[in-house]
């Protein structure tokens, strides 16, 4: 028998549905990993089909394809094991699976025990629970098998290690949020302190609808030490050995994890990429006002897509300034893209004249700013129909909580890309964008902001200032703190109910917004479930 276990943890990017493409890629990295020695290809969760798969699961074609599908992947790597995540049925329910596939045939299924059924999970719905430990033997080594949100509780560690089990396998498909790496290292160097057992922790990357996943798969010796980090948002194959002293890591990577707005960035970017291909756009268009978020989405859309693939469009009306033309423009020129300018200024003037008879007798007012910020949208959501280019639209979260958007407006668009940053870290990627290579002027990053829809407006007109604001969103968007508690942290109680009226008060405006990447714990999208209709007020 061999003394030593060679591993190999792929993380690689899956699409949702695509079965027939995932099982190529899957025999296609199999292969490439046995050609550098691995006895054991270890896969993320559910990467046969993508994660997450949600009604899909619903169809029985769906599972026919996921059962032609493994047969072939038996078929073609029958020389080596693997663990690969997929859901199968067994005795006529569905369960999210972990096969150990080994000569052509499956010698093990393990069935996920710990359904997460929160946040952006909704497991419950589709999979029955399982309740077997399953630990596999390769040379001199017995592996346990967990799948993700099984890590997180003892039992099914410890049942694989009182099983027998020399090492732990967990298949993940955990999604990124700021400050997950942290938790997932913790979490694992105390599992594995609390079995003296090592852990392989496998997980996905890419970009799915509003989730991205950004690897960074583990290996964590028994003694909870991480020794070997996968690269952040990168496919990789990760080869570590495991001997009877613990796992050696045979490749090099990463073992430090990155700075918040880094990984927020390239998180950012990554989702944006993901969705504009994985939906068959050739590219997108990003309206450009001059202001710090349209400066950052125009930035996030070329590192991810390319130059050749952005068009910023400026929309000048009679309340643009003149910095706002000339910054727009500067970034449009640094960053390499195409950059047209189309005044709103005959549109708006010919909607006031259509409309002027029904107006008779009222005042300007937030009317007429739509009416602006409508022109926009009709103007972007052309030329995106003309291009066949998807509209990213560049709201952020402070303003997606409080309604300060313009329905069928500024909100037009199939993406969002900063729709989870809060304006104050918005700030932050900028300044963080710029450390790789000045393209957003300076000038936009000091200025104080404006929609620019009349004369000498500003944000704080109507919103309290942006770290006030942003802080209260937090306590109450993610954390559900009470406004009692909100207002002990240290804010205004009339402050604090304006704010939390208007995000009460804007809900039908959020449901009608495009998906955006999820960065935070809670983002404005599937983990975040508020009826419109509402007589609640909170206390």
């Not at 313009?406 to 304006?423: E, H, N, S």
Request: aromatic share 8%.
């Amino acid at each position: 028998m061999s003394k030593s276990v060679r591993v190999a943890m792929v993380q690689d990017n899956f699409p949702v549905g695509d079965i027939k493409g995932n099982a190529r890629r899957i025999i296609e990295l199999t292969q490439t990993a046995a050609g550098q020695g691995a006895d054991l290809v270890v896969f993320p969760e559910l990467a046969l089909t993508g994660y997450p798969p949600e009604d899909l699961l619903y169809r029985p074609g769906f599972i026919a394809q996921v059962e032609q599908a493994l047969e072939s992947i038996k078929r073609a790597v029958s020389a080596t094991n693997i663990v690969l995540g997929l859901p199968a049925v067994h005795q006529g329910k569905l369960y999210n699976t972990a096969a150990w596939l080994s000569e052509g045939q499956c010698v093990a299924e393990y069935h996920k025990q710990t359904l997460p059924n929160y946040s952006v999970f909704d497991e419950v719905r589709y999979f029955s629970r399982g309740h077997d430990t399953r630990v596999v033997a390769l040379g001199e080594f017995r592996f346990g098998i967990v799948i993700c949100e099984d890590a997180w509780e003892p039992a099914p560690v410890a049942d694989a290690k009182a099983a027998g089990a020399d090492a732990i396998i967990v298949i993940n498909a955990s999604p990124f949020h700021g400050g997950k790496y942290a938790e997932r290292v913790q979490m694992l160097e105390q599992r594995c302190r609390e079995n003296a057992l090592p852990m392989f922790y496998v997980n996905m990357v890419g970009g799915q609808d509003e989730l991205v996943f950004d690897g960074e798969s583990l290996v964590v010796d028994a003694t909870g030490h991480v020794i070997r980090r996968s690269a952040a948002f990168e496919p990789a194959i990760e080869l570590i050995d495991l001997e009877h002293d613990g796992p050696v890591a045979v490749t090099k990577g990463a073992t430090q994890a990155l700075r918040q707005e880094e990984a927020i960035y390239r998180a950012l970017v990554l989702g944006v990429r993901d969705f504009v291909t994985k939906n068959g756009f050739s590219g997108v268009i990003v309206g450009l006002s001059g202001g710090v978020d349209s400066a950052l989405t125009l930035a996030i859309a070329v590192d991810a897509l390319g130059a050749d693939n952005v068009q910023a469009v400026m929309m000048p009306s009679r309340y643009t300034a003149g910095m706002s033309r000339e910054d727009a423009e500067a970034e449009a020129r640094a960053l390499g893209v195409r950059y047209d300018v189309i005044s709103i200024e005959h549109a708006f003037e010919a909607f006031l004249d259509s409309l002027s008879k029904v107006f008779r007798g009222t005042e300007p007012d937030t009317t007429e700013e739509n009416i602006q910020a409508r022109c926009r949208g009709l103007i972007l959501m052309a030329i995106s129909n003309k291009m066949g280019r998807m509209l990213l639209t560049t709201g952020n979260k402070s303003e997606m909580a409080v309604g300060y958007a313009t329905l069928y407006g500024d909100m037009c668009g199939g993406f969002a890309p900063i729709k989870d940053v809060y304006k104050t870290l918005v700030y932050r990627l900028c300044h963080y964008r710029n450390s790789l290579g000045q393209v957003i002027p300076e000038r936009v990053l000091t200025r104080a902001p404006s929609a620019e829809l009349r004369e000498d407006q500003l944000d704080q007109d109507s919103l309290p200032a942006y770290e006030v604001l942003d802080r209260i969103l937090e306590l109450s968007v993610e954390q559900d703190m009470p406004i009692d508690e909100v207002v002990k942290a240290g804010f205004d109680r009339e402050t604090v109910d304006h704010v939390l009226g208007l995000v009460q008060r804007n809900e039908y405006k959020r449901r009608q917004s495009a998906p955006g990447v999820r960065i935070t714990r809670r983002a404005f999208g599937r983990d975040r479930r508020y009826p419109i209709t509402s007589g609640y007020r909170r206390n």
